[in-house]
Structures are given as C-alpha cells and as structure tokens.
C-alpha cells in the first residue's frame, strides 16, 4: 500500500452500523486497518445521555458507537437541529477519545451531517456509493470524491468526482489465490448429470430486482436449483407475497444471510450466478454492483441483466439493455451447452480481473488520484 495510506489515522463515518453484513465501508476499513489505525464511526443510536465506546476489532481496526441526548422523533422531524446537535457532541467525544485523524471517509452519511467541516483532519474524502434521484453535486467539505458511479460522476462538474470500480473482499481473494481453474473444472464435471445450481446473492427484497423476470426463471427452469443468499425478512406486504411465492417453490433454497468467507466458499459451490435488476433510472441505473466481482472471482459462470460498466467484457454472459427477459433464455442455452460452465479461458480472465479489484488496490489507485 502507498506511503500516504501508511502509519495514519483514519476516521470511516459510516451510515451503516458494523454488522455480520459488510459492504464497501466495512471493507476499506479492513484494508486501511492493516497499515493504519482505522476508527470506524457507526450511526447514532438515540438516548437520554451521551456515550461513547470504541471496541478493537481486530489490529488496527476500532469501531465506534455513540449516542446522542435527542428523542427518537428528532432526527426526522426536525433534521437541520439534530444535525447541529450531533455535529456538537460527536466532535466533542472524537476529540476526547480518540487520536486525531490524518484522512477521513464519509461514504455518504446524509442523514447525519451535510458537511465534514465538523472534524479536523489533513485529507478528507467523499465517498457516495448509491445514487438516489435527489442526489447534489456537493462536495461536502471534502478535498476529493470518488464514486462507483459514472451516473453519480456525471451530477459533478467535470473533474469534481472521480470513478473507482467496487472492490472484492479479503474472502473472496484469499479463496481465488488458492483456487486453481482445474479445481473448478473438476467439481463441474463431476457433477455431470445432477441439477444444476443457481446462486442469487444479494437483499432479495431490494426495489431493483426484477421479481417478474426472476419468476420466470424458477418456473421455466424446474429443472434448476436456485439459491438465494440475502435477507430473510420481508418488511411490508409486497415482500411478504415475494417472500412466501419462493418458499412454495420446490427448486428454490433459502439460505439467508451469510458471513463475507462463508458466502465466498458458498457461492463457489454454484455452477451459474445470476444478477437479475430492474433500473428504474433515477435511483439505480443498471450501471454498476459490487456482487459482481465475488460472482467474477469464484470462477463461475455469471449470466446477468444489463450492467453497463461490464458490457465492455466477454467472460460472462449478459442481456441487452432493457431486455431483462432474455436472461431466461440464456439459462436455456447454458443447460444445453454445459461446456461453458467449464470454459478455462473464460474462468481465467473473469479471475484475474476480479483479483486485479480488490481493495488492497483499490487504496492504491485512491493515492494516485490523489496524487501525493
């Protein structure tokens, strides 16, 4: 890693907690963590009184939880106060508790402040991961910003925001470094004649996946197995009627939720992996998902609704544009042509580019952005 992510201290102001569910935040701190001290700021949690507590999980990485004195209403009925108060008490306690940071990350905590004008560091980085239809080009007191996102880059006056794919967690490299091509190879061919396995990762209740498609797909292909890795608890009535048309279905496995290194071995027990999502193009706009370099890494084979940052790529097989149905007939090609699940040259170049993306590198191409 760069000597500019070397020996700091660095503050992640995250809008999510610190979970058995680690997405891109989690995973910079993990990577930052081994050459830095790295304090991971959680959400708020509402209280009475103030408190502050920092827990090591693991060298070099603390995470931190506080709460703020405020009713549990404040924050959506009056947001522009509770964000002053928590502005107020969370400088106070960084400030008391904790050493003073050299980089901070705000990978978006919208809801919590508008600026990081609040803390002191020498370098600080704005870091929007999901794009919404009210997303601002503010660079939120920040000395840079990146995005996964080319349509989040496109809201910035050019050369304000800067492009950096996903990247793909320790799990998933660690397991990709050790597994040779002739590994998987073996364990498709070996399992010749049996049902084939579909694995889905991902919240199966998201608004952008394409429940109809996916419906096709489980009752055309009785012959498939299908496995959904994800939450298994719907929130509203919609989800409830989602939820329970998968559970009557006999070619479909729940797993629930899984820990990033047992999602990693397994999604590798998969023969296809499906990305199956529904644009509606001011929310999401097909462009990009940080599923698909651990779909990529695994060596399986990835059929995919349109995801416009990989169309440029031949080693999975992916719809056209706005033509979500045809992802049903790609899994009726690949049934009749099982040699491609097999296809060392394809395995190859998908697993060398995954490896080229993890997060060791994606640090490594912020510095250079940066350009210290």
């Given at each position: 890693?760069?000597?500019?992510?070397?020996?700091?201290?660095?503050?992640?102001?995250?809008?999510?907690?610190?979970?058995?569910?680690?997405?891109?935040?989690?995973?910079?701190?993990?990577?930052?963590?081994?050459?830095?001290?790295?304090?991971?700021?959680?959400?708020?949690?509402?209280?009475?009184?103030?408190?502050?507590?920092?827990?090591?999980?693991?060298?070099?990485?603390?995470?931190?939880?506080?709460?703020?004195?405020?009713?549990?209403?404040?924050?959506?009925?009056?947001?522009?106060?509770?964000?002053?108060?928590?502005?107020?008490?969370?400088?106070?306690?960084?400030?008391?508790?904790?050493?003073?940071?050299?980089?901070?990350?705000?990978?978006?905590?919208?809801?919590?402040?508008?600026?990081?004008?609040?803390?002191?560091?020498?370098?600080?980085?704005?870091?929007?991961?999901?794009?919404?239809?009210?997303?601002?080009?503010?660079?939120?007191?920040?000395?840079?910003?990146?995005?996964?996102?080319?349509?989040?880059?496109?809201?910035?006056?050019?050369?304000?925001?800067?492009?950096?794919?996903?990247?793909?967690?320790?799990?998933?490299?660690?397991?990709?470094?050790?597994?040779?091509?002739?590994?998987?190879?073996?364990?498709?061919?070996?399992?010749?004649?049996?049902?084939?396995?579909?694995?889905?990762?991902?919240?199966?209740?998201?608004?952008?996946?394409?429940?109809?498609?996916?419906?096709?797909?489980?009752?055309?292909?009785?012959d498939l197995v299908f496995h959904f890795f994800g939450s298994s608890h719907?929130?509203?009535?919609?989800?409830?009627?989602?939820?329970?048309?998968?559970?009557?279905?006999?070619?479909?496995?729940?797993?629930?939720?899984?820990?990033?290194?047992?999602?990693?071995?397994?999604?590798?027990?998969?023969?296809?992996?499906?990305?199956?999502?529904?644009?509606?193009?001011?929310?999401?706009?097909?462009?990009?998902?940080?599923?698909?370099?651990?779909?990529?890494?695994?060596?399986?084979?990835?059929?995919?609704?349109?995801?416009?940052?990989?169309?440029?790529?031949?080693?999975?097989?992916?719809?056209?544009?706005?033509?979500?149905?045809?992802?049903?007939?790609?899994?009726?090609?690949?049934?009749?042509?099982?040699?491609?699940?097999?296809?060392?040259?394809?395995?190859?170049?998908?697993?060398?580019?995954?490896?080229?993306?993890?997060?060791?590198?994606?640090?490594?191409?912020?510095?250079?952005?940066?350009?210290?």
């Open positions: 890693m760069s000597l500019f992510f070397k020996n700091k201290v660095v503050y992640i102001f995250s809008p999510q907690p610190w979970d058995y569910l680690q997405i891109s935040k989690h995973h910079y701190a993990r990577a930052l963590a081994k050459d830095n001290e790295v304090y991971f700021v959680t959400p708020p949690a509402n209280a009475i009184l103030s408190n502050f507590t920092i827990e090591n999980e693991r060298k070099g990485l603390y995470v931190v939880c506080y709460t703020i004195p405020s009713p549990w209403f404040l924050r959506a009925k009056f947001p522009a106060f509770y964000k002053f108060l928590l502005r107020y008490f969370l400088s106070r306690l960084l400030r008391r508790n904790i050493p003073k940071a050299d980089i901070v990350f705000d990978f978006g905590c919208y809801r919590l402040f508008d600026s990081l004008d609040f803390v002191t560091a020498g370098y600080k980085i704005f870091f929007p991961v999901d794009d919404f239809g009210t997303l601002q080009p503010d660079e939120r007191g920040s000395d840079i910003v990146l995005t996964v996102s080319e349509n989040i880059q496109r809201k910035f006056p050019e050369g304000k925001c800067h492009f950096i794919n996903h990247g793909l967690a320790d799990s998933f490299v660690a397991r990709a470094q050790k597994r040779s091509n002739m590994d998987l190879i073996a364990q498709r061919q070996a399992g010749v004649g049996k049902s084939l396995r579909v694995g889905y990762s991902g919240n199966i209740f998201i608004p952008f996946l394409d429940r109809e498609v996916m419906k096709r797909c489980l009752e055309e292909h009785r719907p929130l509203n009535g919609n989800d409830q009627e989602w939820y329970d048309f998968l559970k009557r279905q006999e070619n479909v496995v729940l797993e629930g939720q899984k820990e990033t290194a047992s999602l990693a071995e397994s999604l590798e027990s998969m023969d296809i992996l499906l990305v199956c999502y529904k644009p509606d193009y001011k929310n999401y706009h097909g462009e990009n998902t940080h599923k698909m370099l651990e779909y990529l890494s695994t060596g399986r084979l990835v059929v995919s609704t349109h995801i416009s940052y990989y169309q440029q790529f031949d080693f999975l097989m992916m719809t056209e544009k706005d033509q979500n149905d045809g992802i049903v007939s790609m899994l009726a090609v690949v049934k009749d042509n099982q040699s491609l699940l097999y296809n060392a040259a394809r395995i190859r170049r998908q697993v060398r580019f995954a490896l080229a993306n993890s997060y060791d590198n994606r640090c490594q191409e912020i510095f250079e952005l940066i350009g210290y």
